[in-house]
Structure formats: structure tokens, C-alpha cells
């Protein structure tokens, strides 16, 4: 043994390095966990993941519902072809007793805005069918929530706002 690393080991390492880089805190663990998972997804497939999230005042939802929320939102911005373009950008802050989350990111194509102030899905907006707005709308609704979504130059925006319910005595 000449003391070198085999080629498997240094594979080993340069994975844990890849999660470390990934990690994604936001001070809960349910949302750090699907976070982190869309990360190295996007890592993996050339898509810049950029998250300024502080999630501690979504502490009020069920977590497998802030995990549809958040799992179906960013799944969105992953079908991105242009290089340049593979990004997506999630914040995540709270402020006068409002959350608000906001995901973006480019497309192609057109994206028509419906009279409920959602896509509608045409043939030219194929990728946005099943992105999931239907599960989105149903927890926003849930949680007495507003959505809307706005593109404008190619990027769309998703915001959402959620009510933080007062914490009873």
C-alpha cells in the first residue's frame, strides 16, 4: 500500500463533498430534507438552486404538506433546456404576520395567464401541465393562503403568501 487513495474512495469522498455542498438549512428539518433532495438534483443536472429560506415561521404546517408545496413549486424550474437558464431561486421569509414564498425561474415558450390568475395549459405551455398548482392551491387554501403567479421576460414567479395563525394561550 503506497499510501494513495483507490478510485473508489476518492468517489466516496467527492460524493459527501457534493451533499455537503447541497445542504440546505432553513430551520426545519422536514424542509431541509426535500431542500437538500432538489439540491443535488439540481446540482446533478446543471440547474443553479439558489434558496434564501428562514422556514421557522412555517412551523404552523403539516410537514407533509410543506413538502408538497414546496416538492411541487420548485419541480417547475427542471424543465429548463437553455444552459444559461437552468435556475431556480426560492425565498422563503416572514414579516407583519404574513409568510411569503417565492419561487422563479426561466421557461420557454409562452405561458398564459387564465382568468384565476393561473396558467392555463396550451400546447405551448405543455411544461407547466401537472406542475402540481392544483396540490399547491389546495394547501394554500387550507392554510387560508392567497397564490399568484406573474411572468414577465421568460421568468415565472410563484408567490405565495400564508397567514401565520396566532398561537393560543
Same mark, same amino acid.
Given at each position: 500500500?503506497?499510501?494513495?487513495?483507490?478510485?473508489?474512495?476518492?468517489?466516496?469522498?467527492?460524493?459527501?463533498?457534493?451533499?455537503?455542498d447541497a445542504e440546505v438549512e432553513t430551520g426545519l428539518e422536514a424542509l431541509d430534507v426535500v431542500l437538500t433532495e432538489k439540491s443535488l438534483f439540481c446540482k446533478k443536472n446543471g440547474?443553479?438552486?439558489?434558496?434564501?429560506?428562514?422556514?421557522?415561521?412555517?412551523?404552523?404546517?403539516?410537514?407533509?404538506?410543506?413538502?408538497?408545496?414546496?416538492?411541487?413549486a420548485i419541480e417547475a424550474g427542471m424543465k429548463i433546456d437553455d444552459e444559461d437558464k437552468r435556475y431556480i431561486g426560492l425565498?422563503? *421569509?416572514?414579516?407583519? $404576520? /404574513?409568510? @411569503? !414564498?417565492?419561487?422563479?425561474?426561466?421557461?420557454?415558450?409562452?405561458?398564459?395567464?387564465?382568468?384565476?390568475?393561473?396558467?392555463?395549459?396550451?400546447?405551448?405551455?405543455?411544461? *407547466?401541465?401537472?406542475? $402540481? /398548482?392544483? @396540490? !399547491?392551491?389546495?394547501?394554500v387554501d387550507k392554510y387560508k393562503g392567497d397564490v399568484s403567479v406573474r411572468t414577465e421576460n421568460n421568468v415565472f414567479n410563484l408567490n405565495i403568501v400564508l397567514p401565520i395563525p396566532a398561537i393560543d394561550d
Open positions: 500500500h503506497n499510501g494513495g487513495m483507490d478510485a473508489e474512495t476518492v468517489a466516496d469522498i467527492n460524493r459527501m463533498i457534493s451533499i455537503y440547474i443553479r438552486f439558489s434558496t434564501m429560506a428562514d422556514c421557522t415561521s412555517l412551523q404552523f404546517m403539516k410537514e407533509s404538506d410543506m413538502y408538497v408545496l414546496f416538492d411541487n425565498s422563503v *421569509y416572514a414579516r407583519g $404576520g /404574513l409568510v @411569503s !414564498i417565492n419561487v422563479n425561474n426561466y421557461f420557454r415558450g409562452e405561458v398564459v395567464i387564465g382568468d384565476n390568475g393561473l396558467p392555463v395549459t396550451t400546447k405551448r405551455s405543455k411544461d *407547466y401541465h401537472g406542475f $402540481g /398548482l392544483k @396540490s !399547491i392551491c389546495m394547501i
